[in-house]
């Protein structure tokens, strides 16, 4: 069989290993080389132009149905539970906790669920809302599994490396919000970064509102693809009397966009996480569809302000 194999950036110093072991089973292995944050992202492109029979993506589980044979492989990783006894000190005020981590750590999601209870917490865990597959589990753009159970909890845990993951589900609930970084030796709330990314999106909104030309960001990842969107609104863009282009890249590189001189903003239909993460890449104000719908409506506002004055 014709295979191409795909990791993440963290798991791609596996993948020699990886295409050895197929290729002992007798097959014949390619490796992806491009870069790779998630399952919404497939090296669809590159199978077909391979033409091989099936795709093995390691390190994420299935995001959407695609009309491929694809293969998930999801990589458990064991981390260290050392930090848990500390965390209580930090957890002392509150007495129902939900409990939120990424794919690899999922199944140690019963061990902590157990300790905390055993420490006298209750443990609310979640359900995401989609994109992810399991209860607990968090995506950078799948929060529900923290956001839906908001408001039964008196906290929530973050168990995992890095803040990308957090900083979604922080953004999309009020409650404190601990983070255990147990690669790190880390233990820390987050709470204050909510007020600095509220501040930034206002900023964004603001220095657009004199914007004449938008941008529209469509991604033709898999998983992110969102063309319907980007139609909706460029009309709703149009109709405000502005101007507004569909912009297509599979990876959004934010040079050739700063290059794009013509467009005075950039919306993003593509990864959610682009319009958070990103924005200090760009120039140009780089907008989320909520953050553009907010600066269509204020715009007309001012509008009709000056029509009165
Ligand atoms: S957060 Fe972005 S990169 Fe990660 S799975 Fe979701 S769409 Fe893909």
Redo the contacts with the bound molecule.
Sequence with gaps: MKILIQFPEGLKQKALNHAKKLESEGNEVFISASPN?????LALDEAKNLGVDKLIHYGHAE?NRVDFDVEYVPYEIDAPLDLLPKSLEYLKDFSTISIVTTVQHLHQLEKLKEFYESSGKKVVIGKPYG?AKHQGQI????IGSAASVDGKVDAHVYFGGGIFHPL?ALLSTKKPFLVIEPFDNKIEFIDAMREKYQRMSKGKVLASLEARSIGIMVSTKN??HNLKLAGILKKKIEESGLSAGIIVSNTFDFDSINNMMEFDAFVNTA???IAIDDTERLRKPLLSANELMQVLSMKKELSQMRERS
Excluded: I, M, S
């Design positions: 944050f998630g399952a919404c992202d995001f994109f995506l950078g753009c799948d979604g998983g992110q990864c959610p996480r």
